[in-house]
C-alpha cells in the first residue's frame, strides 16, 4: 500500500477536528484531507438529511462542517454607535414619597465609577468594585441613611446628546431586597427596547444601594450605587449596544 493509499484508508475514519488537523500538516495532506468525500461523511453523520439533496454551488460540505459543527460561544461586536460621551443618566430615589436622592450624572462620570470607597466596607463589596466587569456607578454625595421599616424606590431616566432623545432604564421599582451578606439593596426592572429589535430577548436593568456595616440593623447607610445590566451585558461595548437598542423618545 502506497503513502496516499493509507492516509486514504485513514482519512475517513477521523473526527472533524482531527481532519482539519491533518489538512495543516503538509501540501499533499491538504489535498487528500480537502477531497470533499470526506467531509460530507462526517456532515452525514451529523446532519444525514442535508445530504439528500445536492450541495449548493457556493458551498462544500468542508466549509459546512467548519462553520456549523459547533456553537460560536464568542462573536465579536461591531463598535457602538454611540459613547458614553453622548449620554446623561437621571437618577432619583424616594424613601416613601419623599427624594432622598436625586442627580444627573454624565455618561463619563457614570463610567468611571466609585474610584475611592469609603475606608471600612466589607471586602465583598471591596471585591465586587474591583471586577473587571464595568461598574457604572457613582458615590453617594453625601451619603444618606435609609430606614427599612420604609418603602424605597428608583427611576433612572438616559439622555443622548446625538439624538436629544430620552429613554427610561427604570420606570419606578422598588428594593424589595436586602443582601445584608453582599451589602447591596437591589432593585430592578425590565427594559423597553425600540420595535427596530422585535426579537430582543428580555433583559433587566439593575440598580444596587452599597451600604456599610452602620451598627443599627433597621437602617442602612448608603455610600454608592450601582446600574448595570449584569444578565446580559458585562463589558462596555455590550453595555453601550443595550442603550443604543432603548426605545428612544
Not at 12 to 24: E, I, N, Q, V, Y
Not at 51 to 74: A, E, G, I, N, V
Amino acid at each position: 500500500m502506497s503513502h496516499v493509499e493509507a492516509l486514504k484508508a485513514v482519512f475517513p475514519l477521523l473526527d472533524g477536528k482531527d481532519l482539519a488537523s491533518c489538512m495543516r500538516v503538509c501540501k499533499l495532506w491538504r489535498e487528500i484531507a480537502g477531497d470533499d468525500y470526506y467531509w460530507k461523511c462526517l456532515c452525514a453523520k451529523r446532519w444525514p438529511s442535508i445530504c439528500k439533496r445536492p450541495m449548493l454551488s457556493s458551498f462544500t460540505y468542508h466549509k459546512l462542517y467548519l462553520t456549523f459543527y459547533k456553537r460560536q460561544r464568542h462573536r465579536s461586536f461591531r463598535p457602538p454607535r454611540l459613547s458614553f460621551q453622548d449620554l446623561e443618566f437621571y437618577i432619583d430615589i424616594w424613601a416613601e414619597e419623599t427624594v432622598i436622592f436625586s442627580e444627573v450624572v454624565p455618561g463619563p462620570v457614570l463610567r468611571r465609577g466609585i474610584e475611592n470607597p469609603p475606608p471600612g466596607i466589607s471586602d465583598m463589596l471591596k471585591f465586587h468594585l474591583q471586577g473587571t466587569d464595568l461598574k457604572m456607578s457613582i458615590p453617594a454625595e453625601p451619603r444618606f441613611t435609609v430606614p427599612l421599616c420604609q418603602t424605597v424606590s428608583v427611576s433612572v431616566l438616559v439622555s443622548r446628546k446625538d439624538t436629544n432623545k430620552i429613554a427610561c432604564i427604570i420606570g419606578k421599582s422598588l428594593f424589595d431586597y436586602v443582601d445584608r451578606s453582599a451589602y447591596r439593596a437591589l432593585a430592578f426592572d425590565y427594559l423597553n427596547f425600540s420595535p427596530d429589535y422585535p426579537f430582543t430577548s428580555v433583559i433587566r436593568a439593575w440598580v444596587s444601594l452599597l451600604f456599610m456595616e452602620s451598627g443599627n440593623d433597621a437602617v442602612i447607610d448608603v455610600f454608592g450605587v450601582v446600574l448595570d445590566f449584569c444578565d446580559a451585558a458585562n463589558s462596555e461595548e455590550e453595555v453601550l449596544w443595550i442603550l443604543d437598542m432603548l426605545d428612544w423618545k
